[in-house]
């Protein structure tokens, strides 16, 4: 569903001084901008902020960088991070968020920003063959994280889509990562203790569509 543009979207976000309205100035360099110089993870495709807004709340050690394109989206990702970070009584100073093309991720993100980890949840599936490149686990893809993701990074991807998740394997595997864990059924794996689950996820699982969930590993 197309989200109405909302004139007061931008506005809001370049008031929060946790949305970052130039990245590209930070390539290279996005562990000094955290108040603490701790490992970072990347979320693409943030949405609303569901899976970032809990971990990084529960996770105070880590950084976290989120990202998505659209303004209607990412004020609403605002505005969820903020209100569980106050449930949770934490200072939120390890998140940033912006609006960034991901085929471009590489314009914001270099080799010495030495991300651990990538989060992919519920990214678009791109059916069409003809659209598959765009895929956030495509090999054209994931050749573009490994310029910026440390050796034995991992990408932590999470699907309801057999299609792509199946293909996502190969796509993997032809980038050179190794597939440590995959389940066909995450709720009910080992991974669900602490798994966070996202809007999308509750919604695919109350129509008993299972939740096909990996790891990859850089070599």
């Known amino acids: 569903m197309r989200l109405r543009k909302k004139p007061w979207a931008r506005p809001e976000l370049e008031a929060c001084n946790f949305f970052v309205q130039n990245p590209k100035e930070y390539k290279g ?32 050690d880590k950084n976290y960088i ?5 303004d209607e989206v990412l004020v609403l990702a605002k505005r969820n991070i ?22 471009l991720i590489n314009d914001i993100l270099g080799e010495e920003d030495k991300i651990d980890r990538i989060y992919i949840n519920f990214c678009n599936p ?40 199946e293909e996502s394997l190969e ?14 059924d995450l709720h009910n794996s080992e991974y669900d203790k602490d798994n966070i689950r996202t809007e999308h996820e509750n919604m695919f699982t109350e129509k008993g569509i299972k939740i096909k969930f990996l790891i990859a590993k850089r070599k």
């Open 82 to 103: 903020e209100r569980v970070y106050k449930e949770n009584n934490e200072i939120l100073d390890n998140v940033k968020l912006m609006a960034q093309e991901i085929g």
């Open 171 to 184: 796509y993997f595997k032809e980038s050179g990562f190794d597939v440590i864990y995959k389940t066909y």
């Open 29 to 60: 360099k996005w562990s000094s901008s955290f108040k603490n110089e701790g490992i970072m993870y990347l979320e693409l495709g943030c949405g609303k902020g569901n899976f970032v807004s809990v971990h990084g709340a529960r996770n105070k």
């Open 126 to 165: 791109w059916p069409k063959e003809k659209h598959k490149k765009r895929r956030l686990t495509h090999t054209r893809q994931l050749e573009n994280y490994k310029k910026f993701l440390v050796n034995n990074g991992e990408i932590w991807f999470k699907t309801d889509d057999d299609n792509l998740f």
């Open 66 to 70: 989120a990202i998505d394109i659209k």
